[in-house]
């Protein structure tokens, strides 16, 4: 029977088989977040309006786009969320084990632009020195910014 199921396969080949394969696997959203430093060493953080009231601080957090490389979610996101112009870094953290939910972080640097807040979502935007982080900041985004691995995000 296996021998015959992947003769079967072989021979369907391209887009048939990724649909199959498509129709049989989970589905996920991917959030990035972005750790973004100034050339003075301090870290970007949003007060975001749509989390919960007593952890509003967060980096910025968004979902990557169908076909969109993860870096280039942390340069979109932040432009979005903020005005500004990022260039992302390394990798620090991917995750899953979430429902529906694959999370990755990357560094990033700042490059340019003028601080324009997306009144929607973002509250407030203020730069801070890793030692110096606000109450109300997500525990993950902390570990993060000190070079952990963080938990759960915000996004």
């Known amino acids: ?6 003769r079967l396969w072989r021979s369907i080949r391209g887009p048939a088989q990724w649909r199959i394969l498509w129709f049989a696997h989970a589905k996920f959203m991917v959030g990035v977040t972005g750790v973004v430093r100034d050339d003075e060493g301090r870290v970007l953080l949003l007060k975001h309006r749509m989390w919960a009231p007593e952890r509003p601080w967060g980096l910025p957090t ?43 972080a990357y560094e990033a640097r700042l490059v340019g632009g003028s601080l324009r807040l997306d009144a929607f979502e973002i509250l407030e935007a203020r730069w801070f020195f890793p030692d110096a982080l606000p109450e109300g900041l997500q525990e993950a985004h902390r570990a993060l910014i000190h070079g952990g691995t963080g938990g759960r995000t915000g996004a």
Do not use: N
Not at 1 to 6: E, N, R
Not at 75 to 95: H, I, P, S, Y
């Open 62 to 104: 968004g979902y990557a786009l169908k076909g969109e490389e993860f870096p280039r979610t942390v340069v979109r996101e932040v432009k979005e969320e903020t005005g500004l112009d990022v260039e992302a870094g390394r990798l620090v953290r991917l995750k899953s084990g979430y429902r529906l939910r694959v999370e990755v």
């Open 1 to 6: 029977m296996k021998k015959i199921i992947a």
